[in-house]
């Protein structure tokens, strides 16, 4: 039934992208046309309800930044959560991510909490702890995918799960201390008031296909950019973006821009840790495994660093791998001579060991580089890390819309 649903699903990505093809698929994007119309007036009525009072909004006291996207995955969010997390760590500020744990299982018993003078939280009004910036407490099963890798990569960092993310923000603040908040994936998260909002937009495919879902991959319409404060162009190449830039100015003309690149750094054995340096890829025939919104960015990747990308194989995104999916693939990799598998960091932290390990198995370690206005990055940081002067007018703006 779970491999059925995963089919299903990875189907529904195919027509959506256009990789499908035939009479079933062009039947299915017409019928997602009129629901994406549909969708469309539930999205901008729900926004005008938090823009006009009509729905509240939480404010705690502390600063809340929004990393976000218009568009469904593949914008690179994770890395940009980690590189703002580390900043303002390294500066000095206690930050809790706060994420929503898309596909992550729920507990099998609730964790235990002793809460400030020793006074125990009952588990059902606790969000999952994956971390508490000084211990990893769940692993990428109940955590999901990205809140776990961000756990594991961001020492003195707290990462918190819940879909209600007031509750974990309450929580962050009373409990732990946490002086900023980030919502990881929050653009569309509007319960919990934002002091700033960062949206990040492909390069390569900066409204995604170009309908709202569910015939396309954007949330929300072009035009609703107008909420960033700042926005991230994101796996820049080198070529001009002046183009893309002048399109976003006529919605936001205000927002801050910043071009960024996403750019692989190592090669890291999934067992062993042992690192490689990317010329390691240099003329070896390679099989390239995951499930993610968009693998062809990541098998792009491969080739460009010279690695032959023989074998492919693409699950839906978030799909838990289990044994027997590494065991056939790693038979279809022996059988063609691949001289390694490679797969994505956040694959990774849900990869099972193969019954056999013929083939070595390493993920590609990403992360993301600066490119243009590192003055407004630094001015970011800079108003999150010395919020006493400006504090007062952060809070007193927060969330609010710009229209």
């Not at 390294?90 to 507990?107: E, H, N, P, Q, T």
């Not at 919605?251 to 062993?272: D, G, M």
Request: aromatic letters at 6%.
């Amino acid at each position: 039934m779970k491999e059925r649903i995963d089919e299903l699903e990875q189907w529904g990505a195919d027509v959506i992208f256009g990789r499908a093809k035939g009479f079933r698929a062009t039947v299915a994007r017409i019928l997602m046309l009129g629901l994406s119309g549909i969708f469309r007036i539930i999205v901008q009525c729900r926004i005008a309800l938090y823009r006009n009072g009509w729905k509240p909004r939480e404010f705690l006291g502390v600063q809340v930044i929004s990393i976000g996207n218009l568009t469904v995955g593949g914008t690179g969010k994770t890395p940009v959560v980690e590189l703002l997390a580390k900043a303002l760590r390294d500066r000095g500020r206690f930050v809790a991510i706060l994420s929503r744990g898309y596909k992550s299982r729920k507990l099998d018993r609730h964790q235990k909490w002793d809460g400030i003078g020793k006074k125990r939280i009952p588990g059902h009004l606790m969000p999952k702890v994956v971390s508490t910036g000084s211990a990893i407490l769940l692993d990428s099963k109940f955590a999901g995918d990205e809140p776990f890798m961000l756990a594991k990569n961001l020492d003195g960092v707290a990462v918190l799960v819940d879909k209600d993310r007031v509750k974990a923000a309450r929580f962050a603040v009373r409990e732990l201390a946490a002086e900023t908040l980030m919502l990881d994936d929050g653009m569309q998260y509007l319960d919990l008031a934002h002091s700033i909002d960062i949206v990040l937009i492909d390069s390569r495919s900066p409204y995604g296909t170009g309908a709202l879902l569910p015939r396309g991959t954007l949330r929300e319409p072009p035009g609703n950019l107008r909420r960033a404060s700042y926005i991230l162009i994101t796996k820049c190449d080198g070529t001009s973006n002046a183009e893309l830039i002048t399109r976003m100015r006529k919605v936001n003309p205000t927002a801050a821009i910043i071009e960024c690149a996403h750019r692989p750094i190592h090669l890291e054995n999934l067992y062993s840790q042992e690192r490689e340096d990317l010329n390691f890829l240099e003329g070896k025939w390679v099989g390239a495994i995951s499930a993610i919104a968009v693998p062809e960015n990541f098998e792009r990747s491969l080739s460009d660093l010279g690695a032959k990308v023989e074998i492919k194989r693409r699950f839906s995104d978030h799909h838990r791998f289990n044994r027997r999916d590494v065991d056939d693939f790693m038979q279809r990799c022996v059988e063609r001579d691949m001289d390694l598998i490679v797969t994505t960091e956040k694959d990774a932290v849900r990869f099972p060991q193969p019954t056999e390990i013929n083939v070595p198995i390493y993920f590609l370690r990403i992360e993301v580089r600066i490119l243009t206005n590192e003055t407004a990055w630094e001015d970011l940081v800079n108003r999150l890390c010395n919020p006493a002067p400006v504090l007062d007018s952060l809070l007193r703006n927060a969330g609010a819309f710009r229209v």
